[in-house]
């Protein structure tokens, strides 16, 4: 008898795992971004843009919004312009790796317009 409910016990385990490993997603959230440029590009968002650009990038006191910037400028445009700087924004060429400037793009695609 003891024997028996081990045997139920084991039996609705088993059932339960085999149920609950169908409910778990192994697919990329973001399938169109390599893994993990999204959360970096926020994070060198909050670091270096946020300031002047707002916390997502939507602008702020002194900086326009980027995720309207993002919409119009070609990727090396955007780029090109964080490196250089341009009016009152200063170079980030020393700051900001080109890899991690195209992280922040990746970050302000996703970003629907307001």
């Known amino acids: 008898m003891n024997m028996k409910k081990y045997r139920l016990l084991s039996l609705f385990f088993g059932v339960s795992l085999l149920l609950l490993s169908g409910c778990t997603s192994k697919e990329n959230p973001f399938p169109d971004h390599e893994g993990g440029k999204i959360y970096l590009g926020l994070k060198h968002m909050n670091i270096r843009c946020s300031g002047c650009h707002g916390d997502l990038g939507g602008g702020g006191m002194s900086g326009p919004s980027l ?5 119009k400028l070609k990727p090396e445009e955007f780029v090109a312009t964080v490196v250089s700087g341009r009016g009152d924004m200063p170079s980030f060429n020393k700051k ?19």
């Open 67 to 71: 995720v309207k910037a993002i919409k």
């Open 96 to 114: 900001l790796q080109e890899e991690e400037i195209l992280q922040i793009v990746e970050w302000l695609k996703m970003l629907p317009e307001d």
